[in-house]
């Protein structure tokens, strides 16, 4: 019963908010080569460390684990997992593991498999990104501490068994269950790829990785191991990288591209949007999404509170939604609108140029100060930066913009005193999972503000992280209500800090060619961004 009113009212409470996308419906068919192009190339394909928009898409189907979406939903199903119960107290979790699934290497998938994942994305040596989601599981302070490398409170009883035991209530425990990082992974694997697991991934998805070339190309074939013999639609996915995003378009336009994953530069959203066939090309709906500026709180002057809340009050976010042609909102809290828990009645900064003034003068920099501005360099990206830039020398400020791959972003991000703002176009948030928890602990909780983090802002309150941690323990359905506004509250006491500009909540546009079927929502995923298992090729 626990686990009925866990997973309905989850559903319930994050579908009330998830945007309702019209597409046609065609009969899924099997079959079919396709074509997906980035300007970037990918940097890595292991779960454990993988943690930008590009590579979640493609690490989501080339792993399984315990939980899932159904597509194009935030419904929780089990995956990997045939069946589980939860505990009344909320603090035991046993799972069944569906018999017969084997890693692409041939090898069964096992108890100890899915124990022994979790257990190197939470090992510090790992340095991944997504430890802190596992903060629940009793033992995890040792193994983050680093004076364990097992987590006592993942039993493993038999090969198709797997319990674990919690430290604290976790609302969001069947959630983390199904995010990237829980993804299971063979540890022979690992270890034969001495480090290189990410260029060799073996898993137990719906595609396998046939080829990569460096720079170029990666290509996925179908998993003819997969558990559900229904899945993938699609033979072969070809991801073509450093491909600029208005040639991709064009490509697409001639029948060389099925989708160009980067969206639709927006000097030409109108004219591919009034075009005839626009409309069937187009797939545009809401997202749980914010972009933002990181302002890093161990960087001089970027330490002082009164410099960061200028900062706040410097920023055109009206502008930025001009660049964008208005497929974006101004944000004034990190939570997006369709978040449970976002705050309608918090106003944040306003944007007032001259406040910004008095207040750099009565933190001591009445003449503004030099400083960089980290973004990618995918338009329109560099053209936001400088649309910021412009922003902060109106209040003296003299930023430095330096418009690098995406990569080189998040490395500079995830090291600490290395990058004083970085605007995250491109890389801005998107839920991990439907839970205001997300917008917390990975980007502005003390978890993620660690080497290859992307808590950019290097902001962490131990105060607020008790706060959190007091709300996702409390996992009764009948309390999802009071959760969220207690989840809201901290979100709005986060911006007095001040550690981000939010700028925008930002609407996903993507194209795709004519011959690709299936409903909008899976082009635009909200657990997955593009859902390569469920898309297909018409016939």
């Given at each position: 019963?626990?686990?009925r009113?866990?997973?309905?009212?989850?559903?319930a409470?994050?579908?009330?908010?998830?945007?309702?996308?019209?597409?046609?419906q065609?009969?899924?068919?099997?079959?079919?080569?396709i074509?997906?192009?980035?300007?970037?190339?990918?940097?890595?394909?292991?779960?454990?460390?993988?943690y930008?928009?590009?590579?979640?898409?493609?690490?989501?189907s080339?792993?399984?684990r315990l939980m899932?979406y159904?597509?194009g939903t935030?419904?929780?199903?089990?995956?990997?997992?045939?069946?589980?119960d939860?505990?009344?107290?909320?603090?035991?979790?046993?799972?069944?593991l569906?018999?017969?699934?084997?890693?692409?290497?041939?090898?069964?998938?096992?108890?100890?498999?899915?124990?022994y994942s979790?257990?190197?994305?939470?090992?510090?040596?790992?340095?991944g990104?997504?430890a802190?989601f596992?903060?629940?599981?009793?033992?995890?302070?040792?193994?983050s501490?680093?004076?364990?490398?097992?987590?006592?409170g993942?039993?493993?009883?038999d090969?198709?068994?797997?319990?674990?035991?919690l430290?604290?209530?976790d609302?969001?425990?069947?959630?983390?269950?199904?995010?990237?990082?829980?993804?299971?992974?063979?540890?022979?694997?690992?270890?034969?790829a001495?480090?290189?697991?990410?260029?060799?991934p073996?898993g137990s998805?719906t595609?396998i990785l046939?080829d990569w070339t460096?720079g170029?190309?990666?290509v996925?074939?179908r998993n003819?191991?997969y558990?559900n013999?229904?899945l993938?639609y699609?033979?072969k996915v070809?991801?073509?990288?450093?491909?600029e995003?208005?040639?991709?378009?064009?490509r697409?336009?001639k029948?060389?591209?099925d989708?160009?994953g980067?969206?639709i530069?927006?000097?030409?959203?109108?004219?591919?949007?009034?075009?005839?066939e626009?409309?069937?090309m187009?797939?545009?709906g809401?997202?749980?999404h914010?972009?933002?500026?990181?302002?890093?709180t161990?960087?001089?002057?970027?330490?002082?509170v009164?410099?960061?809340?200028?900062?706040?009050?410097?920023?055109?976010?009206?502008?930025?939604t001009?660049?964008l042609?208005g497929?974006a909102t101004?944000?004034n809290q990190p939570?997006?609108?369709?978040m449970?828990?976002?705050?309608k009645?918090?106003?944040?900064y306003?944007?007032d140029v001259?406040?910004?003034?008095?207040?750099l003068?009565?933190?001591g920099?009445?003449?503004?100060?030099?400083?960089?501005?980290?973004?990618?360099?995918?338009?329109?990206?560099?053209?936001?930066?400088?649309?910021?830039?412009?922003?902060?020398?109106a209040?003296g400020?003299?930023?430095e913009?330096r418009?690098?791959a995406?990569a080189?972003?998040?490395?500079?991000g995830?090291?600490?005193?290395?990058?004083?703002?970085?605007?995250?176009?491109g890389?801005a948030?998107i839920?991990d999972f439907?839970?205001?928890?997300?917008?917390?602990g990975?980007?502005?909780g003390?978890?993620?503000?660690?080497?290859g983090?992307?808590?950019?802002?290097?902001?962490?309150?131990?105060?607020?992280?008790?706060?959190a941690?007091?709300a996702?323990?409390?996992?009764?359905p009948a309390?999802?209500?009071?959760r969220?506004?207690?989840?809201g509250?901290i979100?709005?006491d986060i911006m007095?800090?001040a550690?981000?500009?939010p700028?925008?909540?930002?609407?996903?546009v993507?194209?795709?060619?004519?011959?690709?079927?299936?409903p909008?929502?899976i082009?635009?995923?909200?657990?997955?961004?593009?859902?390569?298992?469920?898309i297909?090729?018409?016939?």
């Open positions: 019963m626990f686990r009113l866990l997973l309905t009212s989850t559903a409470a994050m579908m009330a908010f998830l945007p309702s996308i019209a597409g046609a065609d009969t899924p068919a099997k079959g079919g080569d074509v997906v192009t980035y300007k970037d190339d990918i940097t890595t394909l292991d779960p454990a460390i993988g930008d928009w590009v590579n979640w898409s493609m690490i989501k080339l792993f399984s899932d159904e597509p935030a419904n929780l199903v089990p995956s990997l997992a045939e069946s589980f939860v505990s009344a107290d909320g603090l035991t979790y046993t799972f069944k569906r018999p017969g699934v084997k890693f692409s290497n041939g090898r069964a998938v096992v108890a100890s498999d899915v124990k979790i257990e190197r994305a939470v090992n510090p040596k790992t340095q990104p997504g802190g596992f903060g629940a599981i009793a033992g995890f302070d040792a193994v501490g680093g004076t364990s490398e097992t987590l006592s993942i039993e493993t009883p090969d198709q068994t797997v319990i674990f035991k430290s604290r209530p609302a969001t425990f069947l959630h983390v269950l199904a995010i990237n990082f829980a993804s299971v992974v063979p540890k022979e694997a690992v270890e034969a001495a480090g290189d697991f990410g260029k060799k073996v998805g595609f046939k460096i170029q190309k990666l996925f074939d003819p191991d558990f013999k229904d993938p699609i033979d070809t991801v073509e990288v450093g491909q995003p208005l040639v991709a378009l064009l697409l336009q029948g060389e591209v989708i160009a980067d969206g530069p927006p000097a030409k959203f109108l004219e591919i949007k009034n075009s005839p626009g409309a069937q187009i797939v545009d809401e997202q749980l914010t972009g933002y500026l990181t302002l890093n161990k960087i001089k002057p970027l330490d002082d009164k410099v960061r809340q200028a900062i706040n009050m410097a920023v055109n976010k009206e502008r930025i001009r660049i042609n497929r101004p944000a939570l997006p609108p369709l449970p828990g976002y705050d009645a918090f106003t944040g306003a944007f001259e406040k910004a003034k008095a207040l003068a009565e933190a920099y009445p003449d503004g100060f030099e400083t960089v501005l980290y973004s990618t360099n995918t338009d329109p990206q560099p053209r936001i930066a400088q649309a910021i830039q412009q922003d902060l020398a209040i400020v003299k930023a913009v418009a690098l995406q080189n972003v998040i490395a500079a995830g090291t600490e005193g290395e990058a004083p703002m970085i605007w995250s176009g890389m948030w839920a439907p839970d205001p928890s997300n917008f917390y990975p980007i502005l003390c978890s993620g503000a660690v080497q983090g992307w808590n950019w802002s290097w902001y962490c309150n131990e105060a607020l992280d008790k706060r941690i007091e996702d323990s409390m996992s009764d309390k999802a209500t009071e969220q506004a207690v989840w509250k979100f709005t007095a800090d550690p981000w500009v700028v925008i909540n930002e609407r996903r993507v194209a795709k060619s004519l011959r690709m079927g299936g909008d929502n082009y635009i995923d909200p657990t997955r961004v593009i859902n390569y298992d469920a297909f090729v018409k016939q």
